[in-house]
């Protein structure tokens, strides 16, 4: 798996540290606390998940990396705190990339 070229859609980018951590989209349903159905509309970029599921898909898949994983760019190791500061930072060193 070529960890140089960030994938274009949230959908891929997804499906892409579902494959890298090996795990499965239930495990993805489950941390979330949603239907199957859900999941596989964001995956397939029909659905855009709310804040709250932003931040948890960031946090579950990539390391805290808000911006790589919800925006596909690498520019910043922060997630929002969506009850506080907005730049809170979470260490995001075990990321695959």
């Known amino acids: 798996m070529s960890y140089n070229v960030i994938p274009k859609t949230l959908g891929e980018r997804i499906t892409f540290c579902l494959k890298a951590s090996q795990l499965k989209k ?21 659905e855009i998940p709310d804040q709250d599921q932003k931040c ?24 929002p705190d969506k009850d506080n500061d907005p730049d809170t930072i979470d260490d995001i060193s075990s990321l695959p990339f």
Do not use: C, M, Q
């Open 26 to 46: 239930k495990d993805l349903t489950k941390y979330l606390n949603v239907s199957p159905e859900k999941v596989n509309r964001f995956i397939r970029n029909e």
């Open 56 to 79: 948890a898909i960031a946090d579950y898949l990539a390391g805290g990396n808000y911006d790589w994983i919800i925006h596909g760019v690498n520019i910043t190791n922060r997630i």
